[in-house]
């Protein structure tokens, strides 16, 4: 009996693995990059693993989880409230729709699928956040931050997989 219950709480705690990385994400996140130039810029890590995610393993990351995920990196890092969720949400929202188009898809496709629904994320942030505000946020911090998260992807893809491959091939 014990032996079952052990293995049920495995699979349980290997289950949660996509919004735990989210939420290790969410605090690399929160520390920003100094870039010379530029005011802090962090590229959009929580953003990746929602993408990466949603496509391979959606049954593993509920919308709840990603809503709350959301709301905590807004109270971390001093963001609207809400507007991180709204646009991981849409984010997964658009990837589950299409996840029957990138799933077993090259990896240059997926990455292709990510460069078009980036600039999406960053424009709606840039949007709502300037509503938010009542004046225009400078854009550039956003361009500079949506190109850094398009060129992460490759490596933070690449480790998600490996820790699927590896950890949660069972499931």
Same mark, same amino acid.
């Given at each position: @009996?014990?032996?079952?219950?052990?293995?049920?709480?495995?699979?349980?705690?290997?289950?949660?693995?996509?919004?735990?990385?989210?939420?290790?994400?969410?605090?690399?996140?929160?520390?920003?990059?100094?870039?010379?130039?530029?005011?802090?810029?962090?590229?959009?890590?929580?953003?990746?693993?929602?993408?990466?995610?949603?496509?391979?393993? *959606?049954?593993?990351?509920?919308?709840?989880?990603?809503?709350?995920?959301?709301? %905590?990196?807004?109270?971390?890092?001093?963001?609207?409230?809400?507007?991180?969720?709204?646009?991981?949400?849409?984010?997964?929202?658009?990837?589950?729709?299409?996840?029957?188009? %990138?799933?077993?898809?090259?990896?240059?496709?997926?990455?292709?699928?990510?460069?078009?629904?980036?600039?999406?994320?960053?424009?709606?942030?840039?949007?709502?956040?300037?509503?938010?505000?009542?004046? @225009?946020?400078?854009?550039? *911090?956003?361009?500079?931050?949506?190109?850094?998260?398009?060129?992460?992807?490759?490596?933070?893809?690449?480790?998600?997989?490996?820790?699927?491959?590896?950890? @949660?091939?069972?499931?």
């Amino acid at each position: @009996m014990s032996a079952v219950w052990i293995q049920r709480v495995d699979t349980f705690l290997r289950g949660l693995t996509p919004a735990t990385l989210i939420l290790l994400l969410v605090f690399v996140g929160a520390v920003p990059w100094h870039l010379p130039g530029l005011a802090p810029v962090t590229p959009a890590f929580p953003l990746i693993a929602v993408y990466y995610w949603s496509i391979y393993r *959606p049954d593993k990351l509920p919308f709840a989880a990603t809503f709350a995920l959301g709301l %905590f990196h807004d109270l971390l890092t001093g963001t609207p409230i809400g507007l991180t969720a709204l646009v991981l949400l849409l984010v997964q929202g658009i990837v589950n729709s299409q996840r029957v188009f %990138f799933h077993n898809k090259p990896f240059l496709v997926v990455w292709w699928g990510f460069t078009l629904l980036v600039p999406v994320a960053a424009l709606t942030s840039w949007v709502i956040g300037s509503i938010f505000l009542g004046a @225009m946020v400078p854009p550039l *911090p956003i361009i500079v931050q949506a190109a850094l998260t398009i060129l992460l992807y490759p490596v933070l893809a690449g480790v998600f997989s490996q820790i699927q491959f590896h950890f @949660m091939q069972r499931l």
